[in-house]
């Protein structure tokens, strides 16, 4: 299958900084990308979703100033957490999209202190 | 309607044996129906997908089947492994139409050695 990867796998941080994530189609050209909240043992619950060019959707609840997402090219889509929080701790995969297929990276585990 | 309910929420099996994981759904519109297998830490992979002209898809162990009337598919794992331990999600969606995947909230498997 298609290849989507995610910059870091893994990012410790302090209350109040930002952390920006970065989610790559390494051999597609992904027209739409999704951003993803894994919380331990649950299902993904969809942040937002965004295509190249244009400005994210936001589902219902998710702070789109706390969390910032661009999607400058056809492989490149970054989730930034803006003055993170200890609740903002979890588990975050991002999902490309080409013609059909939706493909995952391989997730970011953020750990707010 | 965008609801795509799944069962059990865990399932033990013994090595050899069959794991059978089943969804439901309710919006027509869905054309697209795929399982993802996801290890701890890690991002959700495309195991085996189905769209609803056919009944049945094989892949090696793995078995989709569909009964477009019930509006339901099913997982089957044949000759399961310890390998096959993971949480595995079904989810649909209507790719046609873009739409994002709505998926299931996920079976924890476990095969015994």
């Known amino acids: 299958g298609a290849v989507v990867s995610q910059h870091p796998s893994w990012v410790i941080c302090k209350s109040g900084t930002s952390v920006k994530i970065e989610c790559r189609s390494l051999?597609?050209?992904?027209?739409?990308m999704f951003w993803y909240r894994q919380f331990p043992k649950q299902s993904l619950m969809l942040m937002a979703t965004?295509?190249?060019?244009?400005?994210?959707?936001?589902e219902q609840g998710v702070e789109k100033d706390k969390f910032l997402i661009n999607h400058a090219s056809l492989t490149l889509s970054t989730l930034t957490v803006t003055s993170a929080h200890p609740e903002d701790s979890s588990f975050y995969i991002c999902?490309?999209?080409?013609?059909?297929?939706?493909?995952f990276g391989p997730g970011t585990r953020l750990t707010v202190l | 309607q965008q609801q795509v309910k799944q069962s059990p929420q865990s399932l033990i099996v013994q090595k050899g044996g069959i794991s059978i994981i089943n969804c439901a759904y309710e919006?027509?519109?869905?054309?697209?129906f795929p399982w993802y297998q996801q290890f701890p830490g890690k991002g959700p992979a495309l195991l085996i997908a189905?769209?609803?002209?056919?009944s049945e898809k094989k892949e090696g162990r793995f078995t989709i089947s569909f009964n477009k009337s019930a509006k339901q598919f099913s997982l089957h794992i044949m000759d399961s492994q310890p390998g096959d331990s993971a949480t595995y999600f079904c989810?649909?969606?209507?790719?046609?139409?873009?739409?994002?995947?709505?998926f299931g909230p996920g079976t924890r498997l476990s095969v015994l050695p």
């Open positions: 189905i769209r609803p002209d056919v």
């Open positions: 051999d597609f050209q992904a027209t739409t």
């Open positions: 919006n027509t519109a869905f054309d697209y």
């Open positions: 989810a649909a969606s209507n790719v046609g139409y873009g739409q994002n995947f709505v």
């Open positions: 999902s490309a999209r080409g013609s059909g297929e939706q493909f």
């Open positions: 965004s295509n190249e060019g244009s400005k994210a959707t936001y």
